[in-house]
């Protein structure tokens, strides 16, 4: 049964600071992973989708690695803006189609 | 492409009502999911659904919970006689046919309150 663990649970940091978000899971036999931000009682936004072929995935200040043999991907956010406030999930699919394992999720805060 | 479209957005029902909960999939999606988010906690998979066909339930509570996605109109969550721990919010999710190479799309949820 695949397990998906986000670390840590919250996160505060001062504008301007680089973030970095961690995931692991526990099977590594994962078809793709996806990023997700979700801010407060609203839905989820896709951040960025790495295939299980792909290392990583980019789009403007995000960056996604992916190191499936190990069971783990980082999301980093570079130059933090208040607006980054929000929670970070990340979310594992077995297989094309599939349903997705979904970690606990963390907390972001960024100071102004 | 109006995206994955949940209502209603909020829902108050009493204890013992039902809860009908409403999901349209993106234009071209003929895959649905249905997430449960508790209070405090993360998503967890209900249930996938094709048209016509349900494909994996394993998330699905075994009593009062019930889901169909028709050949025609959206996805729909039902919840019979329902209680204060059904509580959540509900989410959909959608994705192309046979494929997640797009990843999926989430819909804004249904928050369910029951009183």
């Known amino acids: 049964k695949q397990e998906v663990t986000q670390i840590p649970a919250a996160l505060s940091v001062p504008e301007g600071e680089n973030l970095v978000l961690n995931c692991s899971f526990t099977?590594?036999?994962?078809?793709?992973l996806q990023w997700f931000r979700q801010d407060p009682g609203k839905g989820l936004t896709s951040l960025l989708l790495?295939?299980?072929?792909?290392r990583e995935q980019t789009s403007g200040r995000l960056n996604a690695s992916l190191d499936k043999s190990s069971g783990r991907s980082t999301l980093y956010i570079a130059a933090s803006q208040p607006g980054d406030s929000a929670t970070y999930l990340c979310a594992v699919g077995k297989a094309a189609g599939n349903k997705l394992t979904f970690g606990g999720g963390t907390r972001v805060l960024v100071k102004p | 492409n109006a995206g994955v479209m949940q209502n209603p957005r909020h829902l108050v029902r009493r204890r013992g009502q039902e809860a009908r909960l409403r999901c349209s999939p993106m234009?071209?999606?003929?895959?649905v999911y249905w997430y449960r988010q508790l209070p405090e906690e993360g998503l967890k998979f209900m249930v996938y659904?094709?048209?016509?066909?349900?494909?994996?339930e394993s998330g699905m509570p075994k009593e009062r919970f019930s889901a169909e996605f028709p050949k025609e109109g959206p996805s729909i969550l039902r919840i019979q006689q329902v209680v204060r721990g059904d509580s959540a919010a509900y989410f959909c999710?959608?994705?192309?046919?046979?494929?997640?190479?797009?990843?999926?799309?989430f819909g804004s949820g249904t928050r369910l309150t029951v009183v």
């Open positions: 234009k071209g999606h003929s895959h």
């Open positions: 999710a959608s994705s192309p046919q046979l494929s997640g190479d797009d990843g999926y799309t």
């Open positions: 099977d590594s036999a994962i078809y793709n």
């Open positions: 790495i295939q299980s072929s792909q």
């Open positions: 659904l094709q048209k016509e066909n349900i494909i994996d």
